[in-house]
């Protein structure tokens, strides 16, 4: 996996929306947040475009990327919203250009369809985090403070609020992979499907009951994709609440995973929560079942100077 360079001060970074239209007075405050930290900000055309339910049309959300990734001045670079729009991209995307122009690409949601290609093909590590806008509405300390394994590459643990699957072996490791389940589960059967043999697979979602939850998770053991996994991360499910009578989230997590004996956390803040802490995907974690834990490396490379 290839490390994307650490911000310093005075960088440039850039804005795009490769997925839905957000909202431009919430996105300038949010660029204000990063200036704040010592960044130059780029905002990019499909911020400022509203084509329907997306951030422009595909032409031009693609063009943001693509210039984003090609224009060395910029070290960052982070999505503006989510909504849905980043999986029609996928197919267009110049994934040489990106492994040739390694740099930070940050966003959570609709940008897992982005997270799971860029792995895939073109080996980038990328950082699950907090939007732009989300940034510009306000955000607690703890989600803030993310941004800085961005300049100071550092470790974190995570702590969730039990383990629904302990497993055998109390410390499991694996490269993380994953985000939003509706997203990731929407490209299985494409060749832009998510890869989970020998990984840690983070899932998260919002205003899904859990009979859905139940439904995407069958599909995903159907795909092969659970019995492949070495452990799994269900951070949150923010406002996924039955309407009618229904199993529990945990309960059915512990029936789907409980089979194929790998630990399985749950509720780490992380996703569409508060906090909804920044983490890098395409790292190596280490799960510890007795702690309830996941360790979590940097995901970014110092630059050396002289």
Same mark, same amino acid.
């Given at each position: 996996?290839?490390?994307?360079?650490?911000?310093?001060?005075?960088?440039?970074?850039?804005?795009?929306?490769?997925?839905?239209?957000?909202?431009?007075?919430? &996105?300038?405050?949010?660029?204000?947040?990063?200036?704040?930290?010592?960044?130059?900000?780029?905002?990019?055309?499909?911020?400022?475009?509203?084509?329907?339910?997306?951030?422009?049309?595909?032409?031009?959300?693609?063009?943001?990327?693509?210039?984003?990734?090609?224009?060395?001045?910029?070290?960052?670079?982070?999505?503006?919203?989510?909504?849905?729009?980043?999986?029609?991209?996928?197919?267009?995307?110049?994934?040489?250009?990106?492994?040739?122009?390694?740099?930070?690409?940050?966003?959570?949601?609709?940008?897992?369809?982005?997270?799971?290609?860029?792995?895939?093909?073109?080996?980038?590590?990328?950082?699950? !985090?907090?939007?732009?806008?989300?940034?510009?509405?306000?955000?607690?300390?703890?989600?803030?403070?993310?941004?800085?394994?961005?300049?100071?590459?550092?470790?974190?643990?995570?702590?969730?609020?039990?383990?629904?699957?302990?497993?055998?072996?109390?410390?499991?490791?694996?490269?993380?992979?994953?985000?939003?389940?509706?997203?990731?589960?929407?490209?299985?059967?494409?060749?832009?499907?998510?890869?989970?043999?020998?990984?840690?697979?983070?899932?998260?979602?919002? !205003?899904?009951?859990?009979?859905?939850?139940?439904?995407?998770?069958?599909?995903?053991?159907?795909?092969?994709?659970?019995?492949?996994?070495?452990?799994?991360?269900?951070?949150?499910?923010?406002?996924?609440?039955?309407?009618?009578?229904?199993?529990?989230?945990?309960?059915?997590?512990?029936?789907?995973?409980?089979?194929?004996?790998?630990?399985?956390?749950?509720?780490?803040?992380? !996703?569409?929560?508060?906090?909804?802490?920044?983490?890098?995907?395409? &790292?190596?974690?280490?799960?510890?079942?007795?702690?309830?834990?996941?360790?979590?490396?940097? !995901?970014?490379?110092? &630059?050396?100077?002289?």
């Amino acid at each position: 996996m290839i490390y994307p360079h650490a911000l310093k001060q005075d960088d440039a970074v850039m804005i795009i929306a490769p997925s839905g239209p957000p909202t431009i007075e919430n &996105v300038l405050k949010g660029a204000k947040v990063l200036e704040e930290m010592g960044l130059s900000v780029i905002i990019g055309k499909s911020v400022y475009e509203q084509y329907g339910y997306l951030a422009g049309n595909d032409r031009v959300r693609l063009h943001d990327i693509h210039e984003a990734f090609a224009n060395p001045e910029v070290k960052a670079i982070f999505c503006a919203r989510g909504g849905y729009g980043s999986a029609r991209l996928l197919p267009h995307i110049q994934y040489e250009l990106i492994q040739r122009n390694p740099k930070i690409f940050w966003g959570y949601s609709d940008i897992t369809a982005l997270h799971i290609a860029f792995s895939h093909y073109a080996g980038l590590i990328t950082f699950h !985090g907090p939007m732009i806008e989300e940034l510009g509405k306000g955000v607690d300390s703890l989600s803030l403070s993310s941004f800085n394994q961005l300049f100071h590459p550092y470790s974190s643990i995570l702590s969730a609020s039990e383990c629904i699957v302990p497993a055998s072996n109390f410390a499991v490791t694996g490269t993380l992979i994953g985000g939003n389940l509706t997203v990731l589960t929407s490209t299985l059967g494409s060749p832009f499907e998510i890869n989970t043999n020998d990984k840690i697979l983070l899932l998260e979602d919002i !205003g899904e009951e859990p009979y859905r939850i139940d439904r995407m998770l069958n599909q995903l053991r159907l795909s092969g994709k659970l019995s492949e996994s070495r452990g799994i991360i269900f951070t949150s499910c923010h406002d996924c609440i039955p309407s009618k009578p229904s199993q529990s989230l945990q309960k059915i997590l512990y029936e789907y995973f409980t089979p194929y004996n790998i630990p399985v956390l749950f509720d780490l803040p992380i !996703g569409h929560i508060s906090p909804n802490i920044g983490i890098p995907l395409g &790292v190596t974690v280490t799960i510890n079942t007795n702690k309830n834990t996941v360790t979590i490396p940097s !995901g970014v490379a110092m &630059v050396l100077t002289k």
